[in-house]
């Protein structure tokens, strides 16, 4: 960290130019008639000689690189017939004196920075320099550590040096101690960063330089070798970056993350607050600009000052950040800033308010009058009508838009046309927006994943559930006992809502309908390893008789596009309409199928949200009214998210069969009253569940049929 203590940095001529020069008509009413130094011990004594006491000490600011003390007298010529003065009075070399416009400046030239103070003693004014206490050597090493040795005396190891890419695109480097107690110093040194691990040596195979620019992150190199008793590691990164170091055990780690440059921001970085260098400042009664200017020297930025920056302030900072400074000086003052590549622009708010506005009314005139160009735009997988009425601002074909979404990408100018037939969209519109619509329509038109949906249609009785939960169960145990996200199996039952959710209360490995509660909603999920043996088991157990596999469909769909599959009859209803005294007959369809509605949505993490809705429908033909029965439906409605090759088990949906049974005896059983005694009747009834098992799985891009 690096302390300074000044009000501004400039060189003597050229900051009496930027502080502004008096008029040439003004006349010093006062003169520097005489300048001495002398030793006195570690300080070093300065008398200025002047022809009239001054009634307050000069203004006086000091400059860090390079190391100067300068002190403004107004109304003060200079009386000693020359510009510098030769001292060599310990860490004095020099003294410059520069007067301009009837004030004079005398610039003490340094060694090193030094603190300095004050007194006027009659037409004398007498300035003490003193050294600034320096930290010692092990005090500034210790501060320059990441951390310290805490096993002195021991020797330590690297064991290994791993290279990772983060997921936002940082170079992570991976290094394995062979105890936590290895003193690391981490610093950078010009382009490069330099970590030296303390006491430790570097096995043969880690002495190497790595070559990791093909990763695609800051880091270009990294190059590990013995440096002493030390080892170190350089990371050569380029553009513009910062680095994160942390320690978690044996294990040290170093990020390097790219910075994106923000033009709003003074100090570019990640990091939250204010990152400058700090300073320290006794600025009393100051040019404004000149400040300005110093400040924006400090941070290392190309400012731009404008003319209308005028005034002075008065400041007395400890410690704080250049750039804090800064944003102090702009609301002190109602200042603000843009920038425009490199180059910051200070300037009042209402002027460049008032720039920007004209900036803005006079690139609307341009529009207005610039001429229209024509392009053509070949679309791979978006359809040009959709496109070009989003361009228009206006929902697709049969969708409808939200209230206040819509908004126009073409120019008030501009329009669009859509050939269907080779699904090429015309553009005509200014140059600029040209730009932007080729932006918009390569985000748009690429092509969309696809899921494969595999659907299983089970119907199961109660043993079925619990032979197959059984023999999950003791496989979950077998691979390492049943945790939910764990093993691959959870489960919940729940009941139904009005919105289609589910009130998640159990967890087990059981399949939906052990619960063996009608009118329940349950799941059972299933990750892609166990969806395998799922698989050979609803194979085994069909063959044993206690399930049937109805159906098994398979259906791809694109990503976000809802996939139906159905399967049923249509039952015909019979109407009679009556007109002119004469009935007519109509003969009308109703669907009454089994269907499965499934809309996949690929997530980041590269599992499936699916949103399902299972119906079954069925006539009921013992309420049949003049023929037509009525339709019984059964919905299950649930938003479930899947591994890729998992499986979802979705129950709730029950098929129930009454069957009446008589036996009786041939011919005595027939004979009334008496034959009650030769015959037996058994009503029974069944009920049946059925089971959806759906698995979806992701396409692969680079898939091909030969």
């Known amino acids: ?288 600009r000149a400040l300005l200017r110093l400040m924006a020297e400090e941070l290392g930025l190309n400012a731009v000052i404008s003319e209308t920056v005028t005034g002075t302030t008065t400041l007395v900072l400890k410690d704080v950040p250049a750039d804090q400074v800064i944003d102090i000086i702009f609301q002190q003052k109602g200042l603000d800033m843009r920038k425009k590549g490199n180059i910051m622009m200070i300037a009042p708010r209402d002027e460049i308010a008032t720039r920007e506005k004209l900036d803005f009314e006079a690139r609307q005139q341009i529009s207005e009058l610039e001429p229209i160009q024509a392009e053509q735009f070949q679309l791979n997988y978006q359809k040009a009508v959709d496109v070009a009425r989003l361009l228009a601002g206006l929902a697709p074909a049969g969708q409808q838009a939200i209230p206040g979404s819509a908004q126009r990408i073409l120019s008030k100018r501009g329009n669009a046309v859509a050939d269907p037939q080779t699904n090429i969209l015309f553009v005509n519109d200014i140059p600029s927006k040209l730009e932007e619509i080729r932006r918009f329509i390569r985000a748009i038109d690429i092509g969309a994943r696809q899921v494969l949906i595999e659907a299983r249609v089970v119907e199961a009785s109660d043993t079925f559930n619990r032979d197959l939960g059984v023999r999950m169960n003791f496989l979950s145990a ?127 993490e590269g599992t499936v949200r699916m949103l399902l809705v299972v119906k079954k429908e069925e006539p009921d033909w013992t309420r049949a009214v003049l023929g037509n029965p009525p339709i019984k439906t059964a919905t299950v409605e649930t938003s479930v998210v899947v591994e890729n090759g998992g499986t979802v088990v979705i129950g709730g949906v029950y098929i129930t069969k009454k069957e009446n049974v008589t036996e009786k005896v041939p011919l005595l059983g027939d004979i009334p009253f008496f034959g009650y005694l030769f015959k037996y009747q058994n009503d029974t009834g069944q009920r049946r569940e059925l089971l959806f098992f759906i698995t979806p799985r992701i396409v692969s891009d680079k898939l091909q049929v030969n």
């Not at 003060?76 to 009075?89: C, F, I, P």
């Not at 970085?269 to 400042?281: A, L, M, N």
């Not at 764990?486 to 139904?496: E, K, L, M, P, R």
């Not at 049937?548 to 309409?577: C, F, H, L, M, W």
């Open 478 to 604: 077998r691979a390492g006992g049943t945790q939910v996200g764990g093993s691959g199996i959870y489960s919940g039952g729940g009941s139904y809502s009005p919105a289609g959710q589910v009130s998640n209360n159990t967890i087990g490995v059981n399949l939906p309908s052990f619960t063996n509660v009608g009118g329940t909603l349950a799941f059972s999920l299933f990750n892609a390893s166990l969806t395998r043996i799922l698989n050979l088991e609803l194979a085994a157990l069909e063959t044993d008789g206690i399930g049937k596999i109805v159906s098994s469909p398979r259906v791809i769909t694109a990503n976000n596009v809802k996939a139906k599959i159905q399967d049923g009859t249509e039952i015909p209803y019979v109407t009679t309409v009556a007109g002119g005294g004469v009935a007519t007959q109509n003969v009308s369809f109703k669907t009454a199928a089994l269907s499965l509605e499934a809309t996949p949505q690929i997530t980041p």
């Open 1 to 288: 960290m690096k302390f300074i203590n000044y009000a501004m940095a400039a060189l003597a001529a050229t900051c009496l130019a930027l502080a502004g020069p008096l008029s040439a008509q003004t006349v010093a009413a006062n003169s520097i008639e005489a300048i001495n130094a002398a030793p006195q011990g570690t300080d070093i004594a300065i008398r200025i000689d002047l022809k009239e006491p001054l009634a307050t000490p000069p203004t006086g600011f000091s400059v860090a690189k390079p190391a100067k003390i300068a002190f403004d007298f107004p109304s003060t010529a200079n009386g000693l017939g020359k510009n510098s003065l030769v001292l060599k009075e310990g860490d004095l070399q020099s003294v410059n004196v520069v007067e301009v416009g009837g004030r004079t400046r005398v610039v003490l030239n340094l060694t090193r920075s030094m603190n300095y103070t004050t007194r006027l003693d009659g037409k004398a004014l007498y300035v003490v320099l003193a050294p600034i206490p320096v930290v010692s050597d092990s005090l500034a090493q210790r501060a320059t550590r990441f951390t310290e040795e805490t096993a002195i005396g021991k020797r330590h190891a690297l064991q290994d040096v791993a290279f990772r890419r983060g997921k936002d695109g940082e170079g992570r480097i991976i290094v394995d101690l062979s105890d936590a107690g290895t003193g690391i110093d981490i610093r950078q040194q010009g382009k490069n960063l330099i970590v030296d691990f303390v006491k430790t040596s570097v096995p043969d195979n880690l002495r190497r330089r790595l070559d990791v620019t093909d990763f695609g992150t800051p880091v270009t190199s990294i190059e590990t070798k013995a440096f002493g008793e030390n080892a170190r590691m350089t990371i050569t990164p380029h553009g513009l970056w910062e680095h994160n170091a942390y320690q978690s055990e044996n294990q040290f780690v170093v990020e390097v993350k790219r910075i994106v440059e923000d033009p709003n921001k003074l100090v570019q970085g990640t990091k939250t607050g204010y990152q400058g260098p700090r300073v320290s400042i006794n600025y009393q009664n100051g040019d404004v």
